[in-house]
């Protein structure tokens, strides 16, 4: 299911330049990722990984543990291989992936969605998806780096692919994760950041 494949196209185009024009303040990752408390022997699912910004936070903490990290763009994923190869990262495993056609239950301890969530179509499913995806206990988050202001007005101002993907405000979002049986263990909405912590 990808019910829009013009915003994947956006992607794809933007592939080869995305680590030139996305400026992730590394500070604020490492913060996003210290709350998910992650164990050395973790199974993360990282959803709309792109070129894969997330990996070396990852690997700081996993011994046994692995990384499932999707995107739909084939290209991000073309990125990603190349700057994570599987000889030298053998925890990670990238995926051209669909979320809407994850078939996992209760797969993994940890999902993350880092600045991806605006673009799911269907926000609602996408959270059943995951749900379904974590382990009993299991956490699920997602966050931004910057405020929701800010990122909807990017996608505002953004390319017609993704100029209406936005960012729902914290209460919808808290009650989505109710819905598909998550307990809201954390948020944060404010300049810096936008995040909501989840558990099964």
């Not at 046994?64 to 994923?77: F, N, T």
């Not at 994570?84 to 940890?110: A, Q, R």
């Not at 379904?132 to 956490?139: E, N, P, S, W, Y």
């Amino acid at each position: 299911m990808n019910p829009n494949p013009k915003q994947k196209e956006f992607f794809n185009e933007k592939a080869e330049v995305w680590d030139e024009i996305t400026i992730h303040d590394l500070e604020k990752v490492q913060y996003i990722i210290e709350l998910l408390g992650i164990q050395s022997t973790d199974k993360i699912l990282d959803v709309g990984t792109g070129t894969g910004i997330l990996i070396p936070f990852y690997e700081k903490y996993l011994i046994e543990g692995r990384v499932v990290a999707i995107d739909y763009a084939e290209k991000m994923i073309e990125i990603a291989r190349s700057k994570y190869p599987e000889k030298d990262h053998p925890m990670i495993s990238f995926l051209v992936s669909d979320l809407y056609n994850l078939k996992s239950h209760e797969e993994f301890d940890v999902v993350m969605c880092y600045s991806c969530f605006p673009h799911f179509v269907n926000k609602p499913l996408a959270l059943q998806i995951l749900s379904k995806a974590l382990k009993k206990g299991g956490r699920l988050v997602v966050a931004h780096s910057d405020s929701a202001d800010k990122i909807n007005n990017v996608h505002m101002n953004a390319s017609t692919e993704v100029k209406t993907d936005f960012l729902p405000s914290m209460d919808q979002l808290e009650q989505m994760m109710k819905d598909n049986e998550l307990l809201v263990t954390f948020t944060r909405n404010d300049e810096s950041y936008f995040i909501c912590l989840a558990r099964k």
